[in-house]
């Protein structure tokens, strides 16, 4: 059974098209007038084994948190999709991945009760290129809130902006990709309710 989805958001403020293959290879194209985004974003397909198509334009002379929060809000709603029913995957997923100095740490769960946790005292107040690091969580906030999961992030430790933000999207991509993994001979949705 195919896991992919297609979703396209179009506001006053953004136009967004997004296709996803949860079962892929980590190909990606992608294109925002966010080049840090960007950046995340290959990160995200690459490490977390899915084939990534996003096409996004945005108010960005406002500043890029629309565009940012929309593109996760699109990523969330591509995954809830190909997830479809959730029958036979893991649901659970948690990585840690360090970047030179840096560690992060992200935990998963594909559960249904959109939730976030975001640790990130050594993320320090300031950008990184014309990327404001506060938009960082503003990204799992909107990924959380439409794929419906649980989503804890821990920047353990670290000093350059760069590598802390980069090591919490490895985390995250490789979280993700643990998490909706479908188990071997597994065939039920994973939870005592027989729904999620």
């Known amino acids: 059974m195919s896991r992919k989805a297609l979703v396209e958001r179009k506001t006053k403020e953004t136009q967004i098209r997004l296709s996803l293959n949860l079962d892929g290879t980590g190909a990606s ?6 080049p840090f985004l960007n950046h995340m974003m290959q990160q995200v397909a690459v ?5 990534l198509e996003l096409k996004a334009q ?8 629309h565009t940012v929060e929309d593109v996760a809000i699109c990523l969330g709603e591509a995954v809830k999709q190909a997830l479809g029913d959730k029958k ?8 840690s991945v360090p970047l030179d100095e840096a560690l992060s740490r992200v935990t998963v769960d594909f559960g249904g009760r959109p939730y976030v946790v975001f640790q990130a005292e050594c993320l ?13 969580r503003d990204f799992f906030q909107g990924f959380a809130n439409h794929a419906l999961a649980n989503v804890h992030v821990h920047a353990e430790y670290g000093e350059n902006r760069h590598h802390i933000v980069e090591s919490m999207f490895k ?3 490789r979280a993700v990709r643990s998490a909706v993994r479908r188990e071997e001979g597994a065939s039920a949705v994973p939870s005592t309710k027989g729904t999620l």
């Open 47 to 51: 490490h977390g084994g899915m084939d």
């Open 171 to 173: 985390a995250f991509a």
């Open 124 to 136: 320090k107040p300031g950008r990184i290129g014309d990327f404001d690091v506060e938009l960082v």
């Open 88 to 95: 036979g995957i893991v649901r659970y997923g948690a990585f």
């Open 29 to 34: 194209q992608i294109e925002s007038p966010v």
């Open 58 to 65: 945005g108010d960005v002379e406002v500043d890029a948190h």
